[in-house]
């Protein structure tokens, strides 16, 4: 059983950055991804990438933002956050699969086996 743990999150001023790491306790072979609760609303899609890095979709209200990265060596994943805006304050979720999916498919939460706790972001104005 994977285990993945996120951390990196915090209280930032608008137009800041953080960067948020998620390890997991084994190797993850497949895609990889970040998804985002804001209280009282759906758990949403951030990014994801694919096992080699060669598929790194974004949603559009991230994108030239944030930019999304893995270490595979380590087993790991990155959420670099630039340029944050109260908006973006949600709880993150790191999450993972055993597959190395379609890019179609990495856009849905329902497509990941394994997910993280969360690490809370909060921007303030």
């Known amino acids: 059983q994977v285990q993945l743990v996120e951390s990196g999150g915090g209280l930032v001023q608008a137009g800041g950055s953080l960067r948020l790491s998620c390890a997991a306790s084994?190797?993850?072979?497949?895609?990889m991804g970040w998804f985002r609760q804001a209280p009282g609303k759906e758990r949403d899609f951030v990014a994801a990438?694919?096992?080699?890095?060669?598929?790194?979709p974004y949603a559009e209200s991230v994108k030239g933002r944030f930019t999304i990265s893995r270490d595979n060596a380590k087993n790991t994943v990155y959420l670099q956050m630039n340029s944050l805006k109260p908006e973006d304050t949600a709880m993150y979720y790191c999450?993972?699969?055993?597959?190395?999916?379609?890019?179609?498919?990495?856009?849905?939460?329902?497509?990941?086996?394994?997910w993280g706790r969360g690490t809370q972001v909060t921007v303030s104005s």
């Open positions: 084994g190797r993850i072979s497949g895609s």
């Open positions: 990438i694919s096992r080699m890095g060669d598929n790194r």
């Open positions: 999450a993972a699969s055993s597959s190395n999916m379609y890019r179609t498919y990495l856009y849905s939460r329902n497509n990941y086996e394994y």
